[in-house]
């Protein structure tokens, strides 16, 4: 009886010793795909600014060219006497109305959306920024790592070590939307701070234009 208690109390610490084992293994494996993560996430957190705020820049200056030709048309046939001072002045103020109009219906959604994630975080514009590229991180990392195929050895592996296959996801993605939190700020402030700039010139170069235009 006491061999037996002698075999099974070996068995039992030489199980132990080899969980802990795999436990480190499975461990070590989730720190380097948190850190493959997290650099793959920023990278695309700033290619995906990037891209954004390009082509919202490019629609905006598309736009600001176009009131800009069709307020130097109405002051070229003005200009020409086609028309009397006064009814340019009444078409360059609904001309205007109607371009004030079109920007405040295609800036409503997004308005709408800021203040409401503002409103959510204290109106502070930094944790609400961050908060928002987190809570996508994670649902982005958690669905990839979700599609991606596990072998049935790594299955069997994660059970040893005590760990769910699930569970070791959600580990993950957790662990990169904090990274992703933490960052946002300081890897979106260039793209931000630029495409603030461009738009601030062109806004300058369409107002003076129209004090111009209409003086």
């Given amino acids: 009886?006491?061999?037996?208690?002698?075999?099974?109390?070996?068995?039992?610490?030489?199980?132990?010793?080899?969980?802990?084992?795999?436990?480190?293994?499975?461990?070590?494996?989730?720190?380097?795909?948190?850190?493959?993560?997290?650099i793959?996430?920023?990278?695309?957190?700033?290619r995906h600014a990037h891209d954004f705020l390009r082509k919202s820049?490019?629609?905006?200056?598309?736009?600001?060219?176009?009131?800009?030709?069709?307020?130097?048309?109405?002051?070229?046939?003005?200009?020409?006497?086609l028309i009397e001072r006064e009814l340019f002045a009444v078409l360059t103020g609904i001309t205007l109305a109607m371009f004030l109009l079109r920007d405040m219906w295609i800036s409503w959604p997004f308005v709408w959306l800021g203040a409401a994630?503002?409103?959510?975080?204290?109106?502070?514009p930094r944790r609400a920024l961050s908060e928002v590229v987190a809570a996508r991180v994670?649902?982005?990392?958690?669905?990839?790592?979700?599609?991606?195929?596990t072998s049935r050895s790594t299955k069997i592996v994660l059970m040893l070590a005590?760990?769910?296959?699930?569970?070791?996801?959600?580990?993950?993605?957790?662990?990169?939307a904090a990274v992703a939190r933490d960052t946002t700020w300081n890897?979106?402030?260039?793209?931000?701070?630029?495409?603030?700039?461009?738009m601030a010139a062109l806004t300058t170069i369409y107002s003076v234009s129209v004090f111009f235009l209409m003086a």
């Avoid at 793959?40 to 700033?46: A, G, I, L, N, Q």
């Avoid at 005590?162 to 990169?176: F, N």
């Fill in 1 to 38: 009886m006491r061999s037996v208690l002698l075999i099974a109390s070996a068995v039992g610490a030489g199980l132990a010793l080899g969980r802990k084992y795999l436990e480190r293994g499975v461990t070590a494996q989730k720190d380097k795909a948190i850190q493959d993560a997290a």
């Fill in 40 to 46: 793959e996430t920023r990278r695309r957190v700033k």
């Fill in 57 to 81: 820049f490019r629609r905006f200056a598309i736009a600001t060219g176009c009131k800009l030709t069709i307020l130097a048309v109405l002051w070229g046939i003005y200009h020409t006497q």
């Fill in 117 to 124: 994630e503002l409103s959510k975080y204290g109106w502070r």
């Fill in 138 to 149: 994670f649902q982005e990392v958690l669905t990839e790592a979700r599609a991606t195929p």
């Fill in 162 to 176: 005590g760990q769910s296959h699930e569970g070791v996801h959600l580990e993950i993605a957790t662990a990169v």
């Fill in 187 to 198: 890897d979106l402030r260039p793209f931000l701070v630029s495409a603030g700039i461009k």
